[in-house]
């Protein structure tokens, strides 16, 4: 009587796959994004909203803090790719079956950045581009690296709600707060580092996009490899 076959990478690929397409959560992220650089899109082809600015209403092309607001929502799939199996111990479950967690972590990683680029392509497409001279790589680009940053913060603390909640406060709240006073702090931080690499509009301390994407690589690379680190050597 021959033993069970070995569960190859493949394998692994495979079941992360499904268990992302089953997250109701994911879909939701998705769908969420996607209309809301659709709206962004309409607003920008008819300029029918201006915000006020210190000049008088600016179009809202000129704000890139707004026009990269659904990334936050966009973030959600990898956060809860990576968070949702925390919930419950569900994670004992798949240690279980793949006691090599480097293994595991690997495959987790490669469908999670696998998902997040097939996903930014999509919702990149409704995006204002024309209007705000936003290179469609570049925004696709911008878009994965923050998803990855969100992942490897997920398996760190382990839950999808820390992750969601300190990024988007520390794009939309901190952030703005410090870039008159910590101009140089603030243009290292992801989210202005995901402005400049998008090309969108970031106050004087912008790094250029360039500057941009080795920024962002770092954080996205630095966050991944910590997740690495913590889901191979933490216990369950």
């Not at 936003?134 to 913060?153: D, I, K, M, Q, S």
Request: proline share 7%.
């Amino acid at each position: 009587m021959t033993g069970a076959a070995p569960i190859g990478f493949g394998d692994l690929l495979a079941a992360e796959l499904i268990k992302i397409r089953t997250l109701p959560a994911i879909r939701i992220a998705l769908a969420g994004t996607l209309l809301a650089n659709g709206v962004l899109g309409i607003l920008a082809a008819t300029d029918a909203v201006r915000v006020a600015g210190p000049d008088g209403p600016v179009p809202i092309t000129r704000l890139g803090g707004p026009l990269l607001a659904p990334v936050y929502v966009f973030v959600a799939i990898a956060v809860f790719a990576a968070g949702s199996e925390f919930r419950g111990g569900q994670v004992r479950v798949s240690l279980l079956a793949v006691p090599r967690r480097a293994r595991l972590f690997a495959a987790k990683s490669t469908v999670c950045a696998l998902v997040s680029v097939l996903a930014a392509v999509l919702v990149a497409v409704p995006f204002p581009h024309a209007a705000t001279g936003t290179a469609f790589p570049a925004l696709v680009t911008a878009y994965l690296l923050l998803a990855l940053v969100g992942y490897g913060f997920a398996v760190i603390a382990r839950t999808v709600v820390i992750p969601l909640a300190v990024l988007s406060a520390a794009a939309l709240l901190v952030a703005p707060m410090l870039r008159g006073v910590l101009p140089d702090l603030v243009r290292y931080l992801p989210h202005d580092a995901a402005l400049s690499l998008a090309g969108l509009p970031g106050g004087p301390e912008a790094l250029g996009r360039a500057g941009g994407l080795l920024v962002l690589l770092s954080w996205a690379a630095a966050c991944v490899a910590a997740a690495g680190l913590v889901f191979v050597r933490r216990d369950a």
